[in-house]
């Protein structure tokens, strides 16, 4: 098939991500339609037996595959999208001559939000450069951007570890996706601590803020209401407590030269609900940009991380976070 028609298929493809109302089953056919475009110009198959991860100083790399299959986190996919074209939008009216620089770091190998909002910009609009830790994840993305004949809105494709990598420009935009429930396991906040040095004094982070924090829930009361069994009410069936993490642009600025940023406690004798069935579980909240936002169980990457029982704190004076950044970063607590 020529380019043009496969722009168009693609663009086709696009469109119930950008659509307003909600639909997920049109959804789930329209990435299902994208990866099988994507595997017939060859790129990486989502479906195949995942090649090793790369462990790295401060987080896991994912494997080309399983960066593959985050497309199928719908809810994710979509609202990064559209967070993504808004905040392209946004920028460009303020800044009228000049494309707006996004650098995507952690791009996989579809270079999946880049590619989504192309039909909806032109090369005057946005230049992308995309960081990726795996060779593999780039010749992938080159495959397609090249299939689609969309060269013209992408500046460079690096291969290089993004928490290391020194640009030689800045940029209007640092888009990361490098995050699991909690901010655990993978690299989002190393690598939005040493990229965000190289963001403009105008431009901004995407998600411009993820917060971590510890919630005391009553998960039987929950489940029951996903059930449609009974009602939730979050006034009275869970209490959420200070955030762990806040990364944001100035949080990641100040980590630089504040040490343990990233911490919290919650003196136990305030807390009246220590008692079956309340569990203390870890909830994480990401503002991508304006109103698109992901809040608890929206997606894969916000499922509710669950601690322990709130009685086991029973008895206790307090529970001590805080976030670390090293081979497995995460939320770590010891209990007084
Ligand atoms: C969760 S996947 C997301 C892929 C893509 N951004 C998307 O939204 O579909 C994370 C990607 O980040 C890459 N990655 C992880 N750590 C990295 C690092 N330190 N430097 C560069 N890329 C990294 C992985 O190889 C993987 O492709």
């Known amino acids: 098939m020529n380019q043009q028609l496969l722009f168009q298929q693609f663009t086709a ?31 990486i198959n989502a479906y195949e037996q995942p090649i090793n991860r790369k462990l790295l100083t401060n987080g896991e790399a994912l494997s080309p595959q ?60 946005v230049q992308f450069t995309l ?17 689609l004949g969309v060269g ?22 640092l888009l990361t ?10 690299p989002q906040v190393a690598i939005t601590h040493h990229l965000v040095h190289f963001i403009k004094p105008t431009g901004f982070l995407l998600p411009t803020q993820i917060d971590v924090y510890p919630v005391f829930e009553n998960t039987s009361k929950r489940i029951a ?7 939730y009410d979050s006034n009275v069936d869970s209490y959420a407590h200070a955030p762990i993490i806040t990364l944001n642009k100035e949080n990641a600025l100040r980590a630089q030269h504040s040490k343990n940023i ?9 807390v009246a609900y220590l008692k079956a069935p309340y569990q203390l579980q870890l909830q994480t909240h990401i503002h991508v940009f304006a109103n698109e936002i992901l809040t608890l169980n929206n997606a894969a990457i916000t499922l509710g991380f669950q601690l322990m029982p709130a009685a086991d704190l029973l008895g206790k004076q307090a529970i001590h976070f805080k ?4 081979e497995m970063p995460g939320v770590q607590y010891c209990i007084a």
């Open 225 to 231: 209401a996903l059930m449609g069994n009974d009602d």
């Open 262 to 270: 990233y911490e919290t406690s919650i003196h136990l004798h305030d």
């Open 323 to 326: 976030y670390v950044i090293n």
């Open 177 to 186: 996706e490098t995050m699991q429930q909690a901010l655990k396991k993978e």
């Open 131 to 147: 960081i990726d830790i795996f060779d593999s994840s780039i010749q992938s993305v080159k495959k397609i951007v090249e299939a």
């Open 13 to 43: 493809y696009c469109k119930p991500i950008f659509d307003d109302s909600l639909n997920y089953g049109t959804l789930k056919t329209a990435t299902e339609k994208l990866h099988q475009l994507f595997i017939e110009i060859g790129a």
């Open 66 to 125: 399983e960066g593959a299959l985050c497309l199928f986190d719908i809810a994710r996919t979509r609202t990064f999208a559209r967070g993504l074209l808004q905040a392209i939008q946004q920028q460009k009216a303020l800044q009228v001559n000049q494309p707006i620089e996004v650098l995507y770091a952690g791009c996989g190998p579809y270079g999946l939000l880049s590619l989504l909002v192309i039909p909806y910009l032109t090369e005057a609009d």
């Open 152 to 173: 013209s809105f992408f500046k460079n494709f690096i291969v290089a570890d993004a928490t290391q990598y020194i640009p030689t420009q800045t940029f209007d935009i």
